[in-house]
Structure formats: C-alpha cells, structure tokens
C-alpha cells in the first residue's frame, strides 16, 4: 500500500505541473454561420436571390438540426446549428461543398464565406499602444511587433484593431460623365478587370524557357486614376479618356468604425489568440518576457501595455485549490482526531485526501483535460467529499 501511494503521489506530482491551464475549457460550438456580401441589393432581393437557396442547400446535411437566417442590405447571414459532437471541421467542408454546387444559382457578384467559431478563438492576451501618430504607430506596429508575437511558441495569431487602413477612393464627377455620354457602370466596369496578371504562355529562347504574362499590377492611386475607360470615345483632339477624366481619385484612410482609448487616450490594440494544444500561462509568460524588446522596438514615443490577460485569474484559481485543500486537509485532520481521539484514522485521514487528489491530477492527464474553471471547481467539491 506504501509503495502504491507513493507511486500515485509521483505521478499525480508530474502530471499536475504538465497539465495545461486555461480559464475556460477548450469548446466548439456547434454552428457554422455563412455570410455572403451582395452589395447594392435589398433585404428582399438578398432573400430572394441569396438567403433562400444557400438555406436550401443546407438542409439533409448529416447531423444538422436547425437553420436560422437574417437578410439585410447587402448582406445575408445564414447560420446553421448541429448536434453536440459534430465535427465542425468536416461540418464546414460539407457546407462549402453545398455552396459550390449551387454557385451557379447565386448573383455574380454575391460572395459567400463559412465561417465558425469556438472558445480557442478568444484573445487569452490583449495588448493596447498608446501615444505618437495612430498612421506611423500602425506601420511600426505591423513590422516590428505582430510578426515577433506569432513566433513566440504557442500562439496562433496577433492581430492589430484600431487602425485606419488606406483606400483609394473614386468619386464620379456626374457632369464629365454625361459630357462623354458614359455613366458610372463604365468606370465599374474599368475597374472590375484592370490590375490583373494573365497567363499567356511560355516563350522558349535557348536552352532557357521563360513564363510570358499579360497585363500590369496597379501600384497606387496615380496607376489607376490612368486607366482607359471602357468605351470611352476619344477626346475632340484624339486623346484617350480615362478615370481621372470623369472622376476624382485620391488615398486617403478608412472611415473609423470603433474606437479604443486607455485612460482618456485613443489607442491601438493587439489581440494575441493560442492554439488549441497550447498552455495559456505559458504563451502569456511569453508574450509578458517579450513586451521589452517589443517595446524598444517601438520607440520612446510610444507606450505598449497590457490591458487584458487571462494567465492572473487562473493562476490565482490554482492558488485558491491549493490553499483550500491544504486548509481541508488540516480542519479534517484535526476534527477527526479531536473526536475521535485515534491515531490511526488520522493518518488514514491524512493519506487519503491528498493521494486522492494527486490521483485525480493523474486522471486528468490521461483524459486529456486541463485545469480550468470547471475541473478546479469540481476538484474543490470532490475535497469536500473526501
């Protein structure tokens, strides 16, 4: 029996410092949601032409219990909802599978994309920069900082909100329109294939074969405010008509849709995610030893913080088990022995509520779980129990 309890307290020891640690347990939900874009049409009309037939080609998928859908402007969100166990994963390639067999149902200008989701996909650490110009800070931010946080071990991804991204925006001018007798679908329809790279063969000269391509990439504003536009008839004086003929073209930023401020100051933030198989403290111990270099990397003008961390809640979770267990054991112990006045059942007493939590470590291990919420508050109950 001695040497059984001292094997299930080495092993429960080893297994209990290698278990990964979560706040939440790792869960996929069951529903994958497609969205599809239809710019410039109506709800009824996303309804019509969208919402109805990809709902449609939904039904009779192998474990799918219900579909719900919202048709807006320019939008259609379709989420399907399946049984508790699906794989998500095969659940999406099934749904693709049904898109691109009704492909061909769907308006031209209609795109689709399946989306899901899960608890892995929520940020574990979120940091926020303050300070200096949001333009120059997001440049900065986007080539000395995300790239150094996806290689840290364990994390999936580092993403950056808050920034303004650049556009070109083409506004029409209405009377160079009509004085060419053009309308706005002709500047749509320049833009819809310029820009584009084709292949057009091998040209083989030598002993040296060579790929040959059509066309020419757009670099900037100036490329194609250039563009011919189509069906355009030539000026009085033979010249060739393009969009900046009949419209303004000019870089400019994105309209902000949200807006982040730490203390009273706007501010840009990071959102770092893991991977499934990873240890959440780990990966915000990594991120935390990086957060130096990152912010040297940066400037002085600059500020980078953390703003949101997961790693302090569940290390304080575990700290709690510890230290109500240990409390659990001593009250046990010496109520037993205050009442019963035996030895024997004190240290049966003593032996038992460890080694049975030490053995429960090693369950977990084998099971493939994690400390988390759940399985530190069901460890609690179970000392109590004991």
Do not use: C, W
Request: charged share 20%; no cysteine.
């Amino acid at each position: 029996i001695a040497l059984v309890t001292l094997a299930i307290a080495f092993f429960g020891v080893m297994s209990m410092t290698s278990l990964k640690q979560e706040l939440i347990p790792s869960i996929s939900l069951p529903r994958v949601t497609v969205v599809t874009t239809y710019q410039g049409a109506s709800p009824e009309i996303v309804e019509a032409d969208v919402t109805g037939r990809v709902e449609s080609a939904l039904q009779g998928l192998q474990g799918l219990e219900s579909t719900s859908t919202v048709s807006a402007a320019n939008r259609s969100i379709v989420s399907a909802d399946f049984e508790y166990g699906t794989d998500i994963v095969y659940a999406e390639q099934r749904i693709q599978q049904a898109l691109n067999r009704i492909d061909a149902q769907l308006p031209d200008e209609a795109e689709s994309s399946v989306l899901s989701g899960g608890i892995d996909d929520l940020p574990i650490v979120q940091l926020a920069v303050t300070g200096g110009d949001p333009i120059d800070v997001a440049e900065r931010i986007r080539t000395h900082v995300l790239g150094e946080l996806r290689s840290l071990p364990g994390v999936r991804g580092a993403e950056l909100f808050g920034d303004l991204a650049e556009r070109i925006a083409i506004t029409p001018r209405g009377d160079d329109l009509a004085a060419r007798g053009l309308t706005v679908q002709a500047i749509s329809d320049t833009l819809e294939n310029a820009g584009v790279l084709i292949p057009a063969g091998q040209l083989t000269e030598g002993e040296s074969t060579l790929t040959v391509q059509a066309g020419t990439v757009l670099a900037g504003a100036d490329d194609l405010a250039g563009l011919p536009v189509v069906g355009a008839e030539p000026d009085p004086d033979g010249g060739v008509v393009t969009i900046a003929d009949v419209a303004d073209v000019v870089l400019d930023r994105e309209p902000a849709t949200s807006i982040a401020r730490v203390d009273g100051e706007d501010a840009l933030t990071i959102s770092v995610t893991k991977r499934p198989a990873a240890n959440t403290v780990e990966v915000s111990d990594a991120v935390a030893e990086a957060l130096p270099e990152l912010q040297d990397a940066l400037g002085d003008d600059v500020q980078l913080r953390v703003v949101m961390d997961q790693a302090p809640f569940i290390t304080e979770s575990i700290d709690t088990l510890v230290t109500e267990g240990l409390l659990g054991l001593v009250f046990a112990v010496v109520v037993i022995f205050a009442f019963l006045l035996s030895v024997r059942a004190t240290l049966v007493t003593a032996v038992s509520i460890p080694t049975s939590l030490l053995a429960t470590f090693v369950a977990l291990q084998l099971a493939d779980y994690s400390l988390n919420i759940l399985t530190l508050g069901a460890l609690t109950i179970a000392i109590g129990r004991v």
